[in-house]
C-alpha cells in the first residue's frame, strides 16, 4: 500500500511501543502473520482462523504461539517470499517484547488506575483489555469479521464487514472488502464505507511521511459485477 524510508520505519517502531506499551506487536512479526493469514485464510496454515480453532480464545492462543515462533520465521518453515521487505528492527523488537518490559507497562497501567481512578472501583475491570489491547483488537477482527457481518464480494474464505460504518476499527472492520482487495489502502468501497485510517494516510502521504502506491478504485463490468481498477 505504501512505503517509508529506514529512518521513519524506526520512528513508527517507538510510536508503536508507547502506544501499545504492555502489548506491543512486532510490525516484522504481525506483518508476516498477515500476509500468511491472506495466502492461506481459513485453511489449516492460516495463523488465526475461527475454523480451526474450538473458540475465541483458543485462537488468540494460537495466535500468541505464532507469533512467537516468527521470531524466527526460516526456522519455522515460513516461505522466503512472505519475508520480503518487512519493516525490521530486531534489536528493538527484542526489547519492546521482553516479558518484564511487558510488566512494566501493565505496573504503569495499574499505577494509573490507583491514582485517577478514586472510588470507581468498576473502572478496574478495563485492566486486562488495556493490559492486551492489541490482541484484544486483532481477535475482534480475526473472529467476528470472519464470522459476523456482511459481503460486498464473493471470496474464497469467511470474511465479512462487520459492520456499514466502522469507527471503532478504524476502518478494518470491512474485512470482506480487505479480503477481496488486500493490497488496496482504502477499505472503504460503497458510499457509507468510510476508512478513517485511510484518510490519516492520505494525510500522512500528502506531508511525505509515507509514499503511497497509486490508489485504485472500485469499478462495475458489463454485468454489473464490481471489478478493481487503476484510478
Do not use: C
Not at 5 to 18: A, G, R
Not at 34 to 40: D, M, T
Amino acid at each position: 500500500m505504501f512505503t517509508m524510508s529506514k529512518t521513519m520505519e524506526k520512528v513508527f517502531f517507538v510510536l508503536t511501543f508507547i502506544f501499545q506499551g504492555s502489548n506491543y506487536l512486532s510490525a516484522y512479526k504481525y506483518g508476516i502473520m498477515h500476509r500468511l493469514h491472506h495466502a492461506h485464510a481459513d485453511t489449516e496454515d492460516d495463523p488465526h482462523s475461527p475454523k480451526y480453532s474450538e473458540n475465541l480464545f483458543d485462537m488468540m492462543w494460537k495466535t500468541k504461539v505464532y507469533y512467537t515462533a516468527m521470531a524466527d520465521p526460516e526456522k519455522a518453515g515460513v516461505d522466503a517470499k512472505y519475508l520480503k521487505d518487512v519493516p525490521e528492527w530486531h534489536a528493538f523488537d527484542n526489547f519492546a517484547n521482553h516479558y518484564l518490559v511487558r510488566i512494566t507497562w501493565g505496573v504503569l497501567y495499574t499505577l494509573f488506575y490507583m491514582q485517577f481512578v478514586g472510588d470507581a472501583y468498576y473502572l478496574y475491570a478495563l485492566l486486562p483489555v488495556h493490559y492486551l489491547m492489541s490482541p484484544v483488537h486483532g481477535a475482534i477482527i480475526n473472529w467476528f469479521a470472519h464470522k459476523y457481518g456482511y459481503t460486498n464480494f464473493k471470496v474464497s474464505d469467511t470474511s465479512v464487514n462487520l459492520m456499514p460504518i466502522d469507527l471503532f476499527m478504524m476502518g478494518e472492520g470491512y474485512h470482506n472488502n480487505h479480503h477481496k482487495w488486500g493490497a488496496r489502502a482504502n477499505f472503504g468501497v460503497r458510499w457509507h464505507e468510510i476508512d478513517p485510517a485511510y484518510q490519516i494516510m492520505k494525510l500522512m502521504n500528502f506531508v511525505g511521511i509515507i509514499k503511497m502506491k497509486k490508489p485504485g478504485k472500485i469499478q462495475p463490468d458489463s454485468k454489473g459485477n464490481k471489478k478493481h481498477a487503476a484510478a
